[in-house]
């Protein structure tokens, strides 16, 4: 089965530095999609920005962006100039190119990223 | 503007009543899920929805029950059978097949007195 692991339960950055969220999955498939959501202290899930196995470039979001290491199964998010708004929970989530339920969203555990002033 | 509306934002229940949390979308996505969130275990899914008239049990159902009668609407029951009810309960839903992940609502905070 595939399983998304977030080794750091916890992370702390200081405002305007750069901080790098783990995130390693899972599968033996090669045709796939990840993605990482940020739930600030409202709890509102919000969609930060999403990979396609298939393609090599690294997606980038403004201040967000990933490093996909496909062949080590890794995916890792990278926040620049931090803010004070970007503490949060942030989730990786992994989904298999499949239709159905094969297709359901995979989610880790989460890091809890505080941002200091 | 669309979105997945949660209510209520808050709710309480006595032990041994059911309670319904209400899912609304207007998104016209085709999917839609339960997801129950405790402190350190992340997102479990409770049930999924992939078509009206249809649903499937994730890995916590037991104590829960769902209905989709229509597109829009993804009711949740919390019933009596379930043990440890308080917890933070986020709906979401998608277009099938999910390959732009979830969309969230903002959860409904379910407390048992």
């Known amino acids: 089965a595939q399983t998304v692991t977030q080794s750091q339960p916890e992370m702390s950055v200081q405002e305007a530095e750069t901080v790098t969220l783990s995130c390693t999955y899972d599968?033996?498939?090669?045709?796939?999609?990840l993605f990482w959501y940020k739930q600030p202290p409202s709890r509102q899930m919000i969609l930060v920005i999403r990979q396609e196995a298939y393609k090599q470039q690294n997606a980038t979001e403004n201040r967000f962006s990933v490093n996909f290491q496909k062949a080590a199964k890794s995916f890792s998010l990278k926040i620049s100039d931090s803010q004070l708004g970007d503490a949060a929970m942030y989730f990786c989530a992994y989904r298999m190119n499949y239709g159905g339920s094969q297709g359901n969203l995979i989610f880790g555990k989460g890091t809890k990223l505080s941002v200091k002033p | 503007d669309g979105g997945i509306t949660q209510s209520p934002k808050y709710l309480f229940r006595k032990e041994g009543q059911n309670v319904t949390l209400s899912c609304e979308q207007n998104?016209?996505?085709?999917?839609m899920y339960w997801y129950r969130q405790d402190p350190g275990q992340g997102l479990r899914l409770i049930y999924y929805?992939?078509?009206?008239?249809?649903?499937q049990k994730g890995d916590i159902a037991e104590g829960y029950s769902v209905s989709r009668e229509k597109k829009e609407s993804f009711p949740l029951t919390v019933t009596s059978a379930q043990k440890n009810p308080t917890a933070f309960y986020l709906c979401?839903?998608?277009?099938?097949?999910?390959?732009?992940?979830?969309?969230f609502g903002s959860g409904t905070r379910l407390t048992v007195v």
């Open positions: 929805s992939q078509i009206v008239n249809d649903f």
């Open positions: 599968t033996s498939e090669s045709d796939y999609y």
């Open positions: 998104l016209n996505h085709d999917a």
């Open positions: 979401a839903s998608s277009i099938v097949p999910q390959s732009y992940g979830y969309t």
